[in-house]
């Protein structure tokens, strides 16, 4: 299977099971639409009216030499390892502590519901927690490197308690063989000096919650008396990113349908000298004024391509930044398992509540059919995690005859699941921009790998 596009004035062939990126001239891009259909003689009698006998026969044959060296047209090799991927028996490696279900913002489009998740207000106690860090270590089998992402609601209001659950874990590092890796998202409206410095020693990533200009994330991010959080959270957030030396952080927003022109949101993180930056779309009921719609996905391709192409301008003033959504890895990039089976969730990646219960990832926490059982007696429904176990991309029917499967390794199962009610139907129009997103990531990789010979 092969996926070719045009961009950026660049002709890019993608052999998707090898992976190899191609950047071919007209000739050889309009003989692949017909290569393993036709033959040499019909071909050129196709294309004669385009181009002369002697080039397509000279492109004809360079197109055969990477048929031949497996980098166009490549078999699947992935699907052959579809057995061993279902009895790998994977370890808990990743913990989301849902430190506390209550939030000072009230966010338009926050699933959480202002960080109840369905129930009640409740903030986690250092009993939970540390349990949280017994369960994971007894979880994780031989995996040394563990990860804990403090979540929310906003953490910050229960900030106590992260630190004892920091410094519980620190304790007992060495005595099991594990090295804890911390994470924080924090909306910043409680954030200061001491905090952010806490943070900067302690956390090995931080996420920091800004939708972009302030007209845009104060129409979405509110108080609740409906101020806005821009003025109060972007000089916090600048010091964090310039005290982290623009290393291991995101600023982290959300575009929904109010700004649909969001390369405008990411380009304003930029100028406020924000190198990492990540900007993804609303995924919510469909009947809310704010979702994303079908129509609205060619003005969205072309914010992503817009984006692209301003990035590349950039990087070349020595004024870039990264993009989350464009960081791809053309020359390793995922394992294979990783490029089947996705992030993990309800398997390897598990949401702990304040009172211990556990879900298969955030977005699942509240929905009691998907309890998996708590922190306390571990995970008790077994069918629940054969279920997650069971997701990969050739699982999934939509996913099968997608170019773009191993990028995305089948989309996310909570997406599908608040979409369709069940984990293996992906959210369409998220497949559409993840797809748009692959294509931009891949050009502009080809674009600076061909500037790089210039």
């Known amino acids: 299977m092969i996926h070719k596009y045009k961009m950026n004035d660049l002709n890019i062939v993608l052999d998707v099971n090898s992976g190899s990126v191609h950047c071919v001239d007209d000739v050889s891009y309009d003989i692949l639409d017909y290569y393993e259909k036709e033959s040499i003689e019909n071909i050129i009698n ?119 659950i920091v410094e519980y874990g620190r304790s007992i590092e060495d005595k099991y063989g594990k090295k804890f890796r911390f994470t924080m998202t924090t909306n910043g409206i409680l954030l200061n000096d001491e905090i952010a410095s806490y943070i900067n020693e302690h956390m090995h990533n931080a996420v920091l919650s800004l939708d972009g200009r302030k007209e845009i994330n104060d129409k979405m991010r509110v108080r609740a008396g409906g101020q806005g959080s821009y003025d109060n959270i972007v000089p916090k957030f600048v010091k964090m990113a310039e005290d982290r030396n623009q290393m291991d952080y995101y600023v982290r927003g959300t575009f929904t349908r109010n700004n649909l022109d969001f390369a405008n949101d990411v380009l304003h993180l930029a100028d406020l000298g924000f190198k990492q930056i990540s900007v993804e779309p609303v995924v919510t009921d469909e009947n809310e004024e704010y979702a994303i719609r079908k ?86 429904r077994k069918d629940i995690r054969q279920n997650f176990e069971g997701i990969n991309v050739y699982s999934k029917p939509a996913c099968k005859s997608c170019w773009a499967k191993f990028y995305c390794s089948g989309g996310c199962a909570a997406s599908s699941n608040n979409m369709h009610n069940d984990l293996i139907t992906p959210y369409e129009i998220g497949c559409e921009m993840q797809k748009k997103r692959t294509e931009c990531s891949i050009m502009m990789k080809v674009y600076e790998a061909l500037n790089e010979n210039v």
């Open 295 to 380: 129509e609205d996905l060619p003005v969205i391709f072309e914010e992503y391509e817009k984006l692209a192409k301003e990035m590349l301008k950039r990087k070349e003033q020595g004024q870039g930044f990264n993009f989350f959504h464009f960081m791809i890895d053309l020359t390793g990039g995922p394992c294979a398992h990783k490029r089947l089976v996705g992030c993990g969730s309800g398997t390897e990646y598990l949401a702990v509540t304040p009172e211990g219960d556990l879900f298969p990832c955030h977005q699942f926490v509240g929905q009691d059919e998907y309890k998996m059982g708590s922190v306390f007696e571990g995970v008790l």
């Open 46 to 164: 196709i294309l004669k009216e385009k181009y002369s006998e002697e080039s397509i026969n000279e492109a004809y044959e360079e197109i055969k030499e990477l048929v031949n060296n497996e980098v166009l047209f490549s078999k699947d090799i992935f699907s052959n390892i579809i057995p061993e991927v279902d009895k790998r028996n994977p370890v808990v490696k990743a913990l989301c502590l849902h430190i506390a279900h209550d939030c000072n913002l009230k966010c338009k489009y926050c699933f959480a519901e202002e960080g109840e998740y369905h129930g009640k207000r409740s903030l986690m106690s250092a009993e939970v927690g540390k349990k949280a860090i017994d369960f994971l270590i007894e979880n994780s089998g031989s995996r040394r490197n563990l990860e804990i992402d403090f979540f929310g609601g906003e953490p910050l209001m229960n900030f106590d308690v992260v630190k004892e």
